[in-house]
């Protein structure tokens, strides 16, 4: 956990005049710097999101470059002037990278090919894993469909070309390639390259044998192509799976937040409901992504979370002011703990911030309109307390008793969650030698209380 505020400025233009060392380093990473404008798209959308509606913003933020990962929450502060950034809860993950390869392509897989091609699919690099036959000679500045044989899909379309023509993402392209003993069946999968000012430039990919799949004894294959012959169970399966949709529904979801909140001019009002309903499920789906993650993480052998030094009464406010504006939405008031409200505990700070996360979430899906939400902070004995408290329809006793199983959820067919987020935060909990409870009956709401070793 990193305690330091990261601050930074950004002026009306969408420039950033003024930053931290951390900030200053990814926008640098990004190909710009002071003086230009703010080359994280994620934060310039809601920068300027923040400056249309003229009010605080308070958000995940979500970041990379070819370094590593950046998870931090921001808070957006509009001014006539520009806005002010703080950036709490920086963390990094670094990118797990062998040696750089030539010509700056991704590692290849042991059976199969790195390459990475221009904006017209001409080849600018091509490297073979160290089980796989040397490339071609002379294929610089080949087309890749041409060094790469490339086959339709069961309707007759191209997935690279489809690509092409979205500057997207794709995967599962058949194709066949020159190999000692004749042509052999390979398939590509792709990532879209932009420069600095966000120019489309080619592609970076890899080329792995067809027959990499592994198969069952009726021949069957086991495994998309995409992710190897890993079986499912592999932990490596579900990371392959997460990077494989996370970085596709961000897309979605960030296209489609442009489109509904008509940043770049005025659209018809029934196009921009249209694509805020996409923007909608697309978060639902990473919703979803996110809670197969953790559920693969937290069941996990030997799964141990962080004990850091944590106030429930902070998290529980900054919890509050990242779900805020979603309970004004629906007219609910949350009544949260005040500044001197403290209780301090040990806990993994992300993790405890995910299970209140996911309690107010709750708590704001299932509540009236214009109903009240309350969070309290209290000591019991060893053990630091907080509750999260709605008037909502309430849970009957039998309810309660599979309201944290796996998948659960109450026979509600909405599309409002996977059944998965009470189970993993009671997971968690207890993983930080706490727990997480509920109590209520019918018609009178339900209060889930989370409790953890209290801190002198």
């Given at each position: 956990?990193?305690?330091?505020?990261?601050r930074?400025r950004i002026?009306?233009a969408?420039?950033l005049?003024s930053?931290?060392?951390p900030?200053?380093?990814?926008?640098?990473?990004?190909?710009?710097?002071?003086?230009?404008p703010?080359a994280?798209?994620?934060?310039?959308?809601l920068?300027?999101?923040a400056q249309?509606?003229?009010r605080?913003i308070?958000?995940p933020l979500?970041?990379?470059?070819?370094?590593?990962?950046v998870?931090?929450?921001v808070?957006?502060?509009?001014?006539?002037?520009g806005?002010?950034?703080?950036?709490?809860?920086?963390r990094?993950?670094?990118?797990?990278?062998?040696?750089a390869p030539p010509h700056?392509?991704?590692p290849?897989a042991?059976?199969?090919?790195?390459w990475e091609?221009?904006?017209?699919l001409?080849?600018i690099?091509l490297?073979?894993?160290?089980e796989?036959?040397?490339?071609?000679?002379g294929?610089?500045g080949?087309?890749?469909?041409?060094?790469?044989?490339?086959?339709p899909?069961g309707d007759?379309?191209?997935?690279v070309?489809?690509?092409?023509?979205r500057q997207?993402?794709f995967?599962?392209?058949?194709a066949?390639?020159?190999?000692?003993?004749?042509?052999?069946?390979t398939t590509?999968?792709g990532?879209?390259?932009?420069?600095?000012?966000?120019?489309f430039?080619?592609?970076?990919?890899v080329?792995?044998p067809?027959d990499?799949r592994r198969?069952?004894?009726s021949?069957?294959?086991l495994?998309d192509?995409?992710f190897?012959s890993?079986?499912?169970?592999?932990?490596q399966f579900g990371?392959?799976?997460?990077?494989?949709l996370?970085?596709?529904?961000?897309?979605i979801?960030a296209?489609?937040?442009?489109?509904?909140?008509?940043f770049?001019?005025?659209?018809?009002?029934?196009?921009a409901?249209y694509?805020?309903?996409?923007?909608?499920a697309g978060r639902?789906?990473?919703?979803?992504v996110?809670?197969?993650?953790d559920?693969q993480?937290i069941?996990?052998?030997?799964?141990k979370?962080a004990?850091?030094?944590?106030?429930l009464g902070?998290?529980?406010?900054?919890?509050?002011?990242?779900?805020g504006?979603k309970?004004?939405?629906?007219?609910?008031?949350i009544d949260?703990?005040?500044t001197d409200?403290?209780?301090p505990?040990?806990?993994?700070?992300?993790?405890?911030?995910?299970?209140?996360?996911?309690l107010?979430?709750?708590?704001?899906?299932?509540?009236?309109?214009?109903s009240?939400?309350w969070?309290?902070v209290?000591?019991?004995?060893?053990?630091?307390?907080?509750t999260?408290?709605?008037?909502?329809?309430?849970?009957?006793?039998?309810?309660?008793?599979?309201?944290?199983?796996?998948f659960?959820r109450?026979?509600r067919t909405d599309?409002?969650?996977s059944?998965?987020g009470?189970?993993i935060?009671?997971?968690?909990a207890?993983?930080m030698?706490?727990?997480l409870?509920?109590?209520?009956a019918p018609?009178?709401?339900a209060r889930?209380?989370?409790?953890?070793?209290?801190?002198?």
């Amino acid at each position: 956990m990193s305690a330091r505020i990261v601050r930074g400025r950004i002026d009306r233009a969408g420039t950033l005049v003024s930053a931290d060392a951390p900030l200053l380093r990814l926008q640098q990473r990004a190909g710009a710097g002071l003086e230009k404008p703010l080359a994280l798209p994620h934060l310039a959308r809601l920068v300027a999101l923040a400056q249309r509606l003229q009010r605080d913003i308070s958000r995940p933020l979500h970041a990379a470059d070819d370094h590593s990962d950046v998870h931090a929450l921001v808070r957006i502060i509009p001014d006539a002037d520009g806005a002010s950034l703080e950036i709490s809860d920086w963390r990094t993950r670094p990118v797990a990278q062998p040696q750089a390869p030539p010509h700056g392509t991704p590692p290849a897989a042991a059976g199969g090919w790195s390459w990475e091609c221009d904006a017209r699919l001409r080849l600018i690099a091509l490297r073979a894993g160290v089980e796989a036959p040397p490339p071609p000679a002379g294929w610089e500045g080949r087309s890749l469909s041409e060094l790469f044989e490339l086959q339709p899909d069961g309707d007759g379309h191209f997935a690279v070309l489809r690509a092409l023509a979205r500057q997207a993402p794709f995967e599962a392209q058949s194709a066949r390639i020159d190999a000692a003993g004749g042509r052999a069946a390979t398939t590509l999968s792709g990532d879209p390259l932009f420069d600095a000012a966000g120019g489309f430039t080619g592609f970076r990919g890899v080329a792995m044998p067809a027959d990499s799949r592994r198969e069952d004894a009726s021949g069957r294959s086991l495994a998309d192509p995409a992710f190897g012959s890993l079986p499912l169970s592999d932990p490596q399966f579900g990371r392959r799976i997460d990077g494989a949709l996370r970085g596709p529904l961000s897309r979605i979801i960030a296209t489609a937040e442009t489109i509904s909140g008509q940043f770049d001019g005025p659209i018809r009002a029934d196009y921009a409901r249209y694509a805020g309903d996409i923007a909608h499920a697309g978060r639902h789906l990473l919703g979803l992504v996110d809670d197969l993650a953790d559920l693969q993480n937290i069941e996990r052998p030997g799964f141990k979370a962080a004990r850091d030094e944590i106030d429930l009464g902070d998290l529980a406010r900054r919890a509050v002011g990242l779900l805020g504006m979603k309970a004004e939405e629906k007219g609910i008031r949350i009544d949260a703990p005040r500044t001197d409200d403290q209780a301090p505990a040990y806990g993994e700070f992300r993790r405890v911030l995910q299970v209140l996360l996911n309690l107010l979430g709750n708590a704001i899906r299932y509540s009236p309109e214009n109903s009240l939400i309350w969070i309290r902070v209290d000591r019991e004995d060893d053990r630091a307390t907080v509750t999260v408290a709605d008037q909502g329809q309430g849970i009957s006793v039998d309810q309660q008793a599979v309201v944290f199983e796996k998948f659960e959820r109450l026979g509600r067919t909405d599309s409002g969650g996977s059944g998965l987020g009470l189970y993993i935060a009671r997971r968690l909990a207890r993983a930080m030698d706490g727990d997480l409870v509920v109590d209520s009956a019918p018609g009178q709401g339900a209060r889930f209380t989370l409790s953890l070793p209290a801190r002198d």
